[in-house]
């Protein structure tokens, strides 16, 4: 896909119905990029709101969480810029296993609009990619995980119910991942992780704790950074 087809989203879904599948349907592959229109497609076609919009008006909003998936005018100007790091060793493996010239799936999974586009530029910043730019605080990060943490409920604000909540916590499909090359598990759009299947980069904390944390302080007007969305 050409690099300016990120930013279009009928053109992203198109091409994804069109698409025959990489690994055997069933199959555990990790979807870094092309996950979020996917889910992102399924809610608009059956509320008729764009993800970025069904977030902010039914879990951001109630929850008073300064998280965005897609940034207006006044959010813009409070991103903070983004920095390129060294990937783990074994994502970097993973990248470099291509044979005959051609990229391997994981590049293509990670790479495709080429290049995923500059994180920092306003096109960037403003269009709904639900799987690699959402914005926000590490408050309203808090806030949200809190939400989950806790069955769907946050300081009286209920935004998911309890079975919704555990459905998505629970694991889905587990095996070998032809695209990250190593075992994997993974509920809806979750990681799991056991001995047989250790955490990865981008997998969970191993433990989980039943405490209460303690009331968030308000910090809205911090400035935000990006954050993938939940994978």
Same mark, same amino acid.
């Given at each position: 896909m050409p690099p300016e087809s990120l930013y279009d989203w009928d053109a992203m879904c198109a091409a994804l119905a069109e698409a025959e599948p990489c690994v055997t349907p069933g199959q555990v592959s990790y979807h870094p990029v092309t996950f979020g229109w996917l889910v992102g497609e399924l809610v608009r076609r059956v509320d008729g709101r764009s993800l970025g919009r069904f977030f902010r008006e039914e879990i951001g909003e109630p929850l008073g969480a300064d998280l965005h998936i897609g940034l207006g005018p006044a959010e813009e100007k409070r991103a903070a810029d983004i920095t390129l790091v060294t990937p783990p060793p074994e994502i970097a493996a993973a990248f470099a296993g291509g044979q005959g010239g051609e990229l391997p799936l994981v590049a293509l999974a990670f790479m495709n609009p080429q290049g995923t586009g500059d994180h920092n530029c306003a096109a960037h910043r403003r269009a709904e990619i639900p799987a690699i730019n959402a914005h926000g605080t590490a $408050?309203? $990060?808090?806030?949200?995980? &809190?939400?989950? +943490? *806790?069955? &769907?409920?946050?300081? &009286?604000? *209920?935004? $998911?119910?309890?079975?919704?909540?555990?459905? +998505? *916590?629970?694991?889905?499909v587990r095996g070998i991942d032809p695209l990250m090359a190593r075992r994997s598990a993974w509920a809806s759009a979750i990681g799991s992780r056991s001995r047989a299947c250790p955490a990865t980069p981008t997998g969970p904390a191993s433990t989980r704790s039943d405490t209460p944390a303690p009331a968030a302080r308000s910090a809205s007007r911090t400035p935000m950074r990006a954050s993938a969305s939940a994978t």
């Open positions: $408050l309203a $990060l808090a806030k949200v995980y &809190g939400a989950l +943490a *806790r069955g &769907g409920e946050l300081d &009286g604000v *209920r935004v $998911l119910a309890p079975s919704v909540v555990e459905a +998505a *916590r629970t694991e889905q």
